[in-house]
């Protein structure tokens, strides 16, 4: 990768990471529920009206509404409620690849290899251990809800995969427009009327500003930069650099929020984020044998600019097919 798209590899991480913090924000203004719709209100209008329609069937905009929108952000923001720590979200929540991983052998027939099931067993000590920690220190019923939040997003990554859109960011605008009416639904019958329309009648500038950064600096800003090096550089390339989500979630949770992290935590941390490394990214063997490919795809006699792995023009990517959980989605 280019120096420039390296650099804009890590801003977009340090977005994501920054992301639970400013979640946190916004929860000391609001509701989760209603925080959660206005997030994604605000994500999709009016860039539904800028972009192209879907070009997938309505079922998977929907089913990926539902699984990611409703389910996966609505069961974070509520755990985070329930007092599950910014920077501890931000962590816990990547154990999605080895829900991915686990999904995706039992619906589309991609059976780990013994690499990647032993990054998986890794992760999950690192939730075990994450566990004990924050059973000990806060409500453990955070915790869950945001286990389950990965869960989900491992059901959205699947239902993408299986949708295969060709434009992802417009695929992503319109999803963005399906969980506003089920999270309003949702925050009238459990939060109510009154703790809604107070928090929209005293709406400040930090509320606000959580809002639109969530919607539009993390969702729109941060999947299109994120588009733009999938599309230019292939997804094992790319994909690394999501281990340096939890790194920004925790060390400005840390900065900002004052929390605290505890040897259980960093051990916990090495643990997860080790063992998705090791569920997510491409094997040795494959990293020397994709140049061949190349090579081999081109014609060439011998080592040139596809055999030596520069990348070509944005978009000659994009029509290859990366394993589920080496293509994560926008995390936060």
Known sequence: MRPAHIGLAVLVT????????????????????LFCALRFLVAAVPAIFLVGPPRVPWRWILGVGL?????????????????????????VLQVQAVFTALFAAAVLGERPGRRRLFGMAVALGGIAVAAVDEGTSGPLIGFVLVIAAA?????????????????????????SLVPVLPLLGLSLV???????????????????????????????????LWNFLLRTYDASAVAPFSLLVPVFGMSSAALVLGE????????????????VALT??????????????????????????????????????????????????PPG
């Not at 107070?198 to 639109?212: C, F, K, Y």
């Not at 916990?268 to 063992?275: D, K, N, P, T």
């Not at 020397?288 to 990348?311: E, F, I, N, Y």
């Open 260 to 275: 605290g992290i505890s040897p259980l935590r960093w051990l916990a941390a090495a643990l997860l984020v080790g063992g």
């Open 14 to 33: 340090a977005l994501w990471g920054v992301n639970f913090v400013v979640i946190e924000v916004g929860l000391d203004h609001m509701p989760p529920l």
């Open 280 to 329: 997510s990214l491409p094997s040795v063997r494959l990293l020397r044998l994709r140049p061949r490919r190349r090579a081999a795809a081109a014609g060439g006699p011998g080592p040139g600019p596809a055999a030596a792995g520069v990348p070509g023009p944005a978009g000659t990517t994009a029509s290859r097919t990366p394993s589920t959980a080496s293509r994560p989605s």
């Open 190 to 224: 459990f939060e109510g009327a009154a703790p809604g329309l107070h928090a929209l009648a005293t709406l400040d500038w930090a509320g606000g500003g959580a809002i639109v950064y969530v919607a539009w600096v993390s969702t729109v800003l941060g999947f299109g």
């Open 151 to 175: 869960a989900f997003w491992g059901v959205s990554n699947v239902l993408t995969r299986k949708a295969a859109p060709p434009d992802p960011l417009s695929f992503m605008v319109w999803v």
């Open 67 to 91: 699984a990611l929108g409703v389910a996966k952000f609505g069961l974070l923001f509520i755990g985070m409620h329930q007092g599950m720590p910014a920077g501890l979200s931000s962590l």
